[in-house]
């Protein structure tokens, strides 16, 4: 284990079986539909990848930038757009995929935001939720796991561009960031 890391809280067969059983709710859902799924950058990476490869059904896949974080542990509330995605949304079913939703304000604006490009439905699936730190009432489709308030990363997750690569997801010490 990372020496930064206070806990290990999920293991690499833990989001294996998060993400397969999420998989199968969309393979459900999605059948006939013609969707896209939308990946946020740069966090939802390993859940992204993992999670199409187990989604048998035809669609396309896009990347969306945007941060309400600056590098600390806390959201702004501001949210900026720092790449698009490189198709039209128009008349689609979308599929935001999140790595985890703390305020919800990047979620409650992405989803504004394609339902403006005149997408014909949006849904959330994020990986991990911390609904304790909601700020905005979003609604979310699709959740591998309920966390505490507490910090995380690996799995994609980072604090301050770290940790994206460890296999499994835990609690970073307190100590690494105050
Ligand atoms: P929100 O707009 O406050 O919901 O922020 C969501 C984004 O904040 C996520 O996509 C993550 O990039 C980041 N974030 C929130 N909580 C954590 C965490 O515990 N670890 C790593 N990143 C986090
Ligand atoms: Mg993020």
Same mark, same amino acid.
């Given at each position: 284990m990372?020496?930064d @890391?206070?806990?290990?809280? $999920?293991? =690499?067969? *833990? @989001? =294996?079986? @998060?993400v397969n059983?999420?998989?199968?709710q969309?393979?459900?859902?999605?059948? &006939?539909? *013609? $969707? !896209?799924?939308? &990946?946020l950058?740069?966090g939802?990476v390993? $859940?992204?990848?993992?999670?199409?490869?187990n989604? #048998?059904?035809?669609?396309?896949? #896009?990347?969306i930038?945007?941060s309400s974080?600056?590098s600390?542990?806390q959201?702004?509330?501001?949210?900026?757009?720092?790449?698009?995605v490189?198709q039209?949304v128009?008349?689609?079913?979308i599929l935001?995929? =999140?790595?985890i !939703?703390? %305020?919800g304000?990047?979620?409650?604006?992405?989803?504004?935001?394609?339902e403006?490009?005149?997408?014909k %439905? /949006?849904? +959330?699936c994020?990986?991990?939720?911390k609904p *304790?730190?909601r700020?905005?009432d !979003?609604?979310?489709?699709?959740t &591998?796991a309920v966390?505490?308030?507490e $910090? +995380? /990363?690996?799995? &994609?997750l *980072?604090?301050? =561009?770290?940790?994206?690569?460890?296999?499994?997801v835990?609690i970073?010490?307190?100590s690494?960031y105050?």
């Amino acid at each position: 284990m990372h020496n930064d @890391i206070k806990r290990v809280l $999920f293991s =690499e067969k *833990d @989001i =294996e079986n @998060i993400v397969n059983s999420i998989a199968k709710q969309i393979e459900k859902d999605y059948n &006939g539909k *013609d $969707f !896209i799924m939308i &990946g946020l950058l740069k966090g939802s990476v390993a $859940f992204m990848v993992d999670l199409m490869k187990n989604i #048998d059904l035809d669609f396309s896949i #896009d990347f969306i930038v945007a941060s309400s974080y600056g590098s600390g542990t806390q959201s702004t509330g501001r949210v900026n757009l720092q790449k698009d995605v490189s198709q039209s949304v128009e008349g689609k079913d979308i599929l935001i995929v =999140e790595d985890i !939703i703390d %305020s919800g304000n990047t979620l409650d604006f992405i989803t504004k935001y394609l339902e403006a490009k005149k997408a014909k %439905s /949006v849904r +959330i699936c994020t990986l991990f939720d911390k609904p *304790d730190r909601r700020q905005v009432d !979003i609604s979310v489709n699709y959740t &591998g796991a309920v966390i505490p308030d507490e $910090f +995380i /990363v690996g799995y &994609g997750l *980072d604090y301050n =561009e770290k940790y994206r690569n460890l296999p499994y997801v835990g609690i970073l010490k307190p100590s690494v960031y105050s």
